[in-house]
């Protein structure tokens, strides 16, 4: 069974879900005086500017674990041994905390620097406030 065989519209979905979580995140606006041509009109919004080649290579990440989790589904509606099952949810559930580490890096090194340098202490309350939740 080809565990990474998805189509075009599964791709669209990865996408459509990416931008409903980043919408639900947001905040209401409280000004358009901040807004540059880099950054989202909205100051309360936080928001990353990722290279072209970045942001593809995580959603490439992404995509492959869409296509693991589309093959223990099919696992499962063709009835497969529960070991084996289990031992492809332990692969995407290692391709998750991969990716994980990798945005982790990326924010640390980016954002989180950038904050720093610009005094914006809350930064060190959100990390570790995330860093606890990657924990659990």
Known sequence: MDHNNFNASSSTKTEEIIKEQAATQEKSCCSNDNATPSAPACCCTKHTDRSEADRKK??????????QIRGIIGMLENDAYCNDILIQSAAVNAAVNSFNKELLANHIRTCVARDIREG?????????????????
């Open 120 to 136: 914006k202490d809350e930064t060190i309350d959100e990390l570790v406030a995330t860093l606890q939740k990657l924990m659990k």
């Open 58 to 67: 995580l959603i490439n990440r992404l995509k492959r674990i869409e296509g």
